[in-house]
């Protein structure tokens, strides 16, 4: 369970490090400026998504050694 603890707090930096501004177009943009924001999304839900699947895989071990 510390693992899971772990993944948690690392999914709330991840959430934290990028604000509203770095996933979604504000305002005017160019073509440089949508593409960093598509990047930006793309990259943090990537790496919420390899979080998930780490903190299923680490729930079911537990659940596993648990019977």
């Known amino acids: 369970m510390k693992n899971l603890f772990g993944i948690r707090k690392e ?3 991840l ?3 990028l604000t509203v501004e770095d996933i979604t177009s504000q ?3 160019s073509l440089e400026q ?3 924001t ?3 999304r793309a990259k943090l839900m990537d790496s ?3 979080l998930d699947r780490r903190s299923l895989y680490l ?3 537990a659940l596993k050694g648990g019977e």
């Open 48 to 50: 919420l998504e390899r």
């Open 15 to 17: 959430l934290d490090c």
């Open 59 to 61: 729930f079911e071990a």
């Open 38 to 40: 598509a990047y930006n």
């Open 27 to 29: 305002g005017d943009w």
């Open 11 to 13: 999914r709330e930096h």
């Open 34 to 36: 949508s593409l960093d």
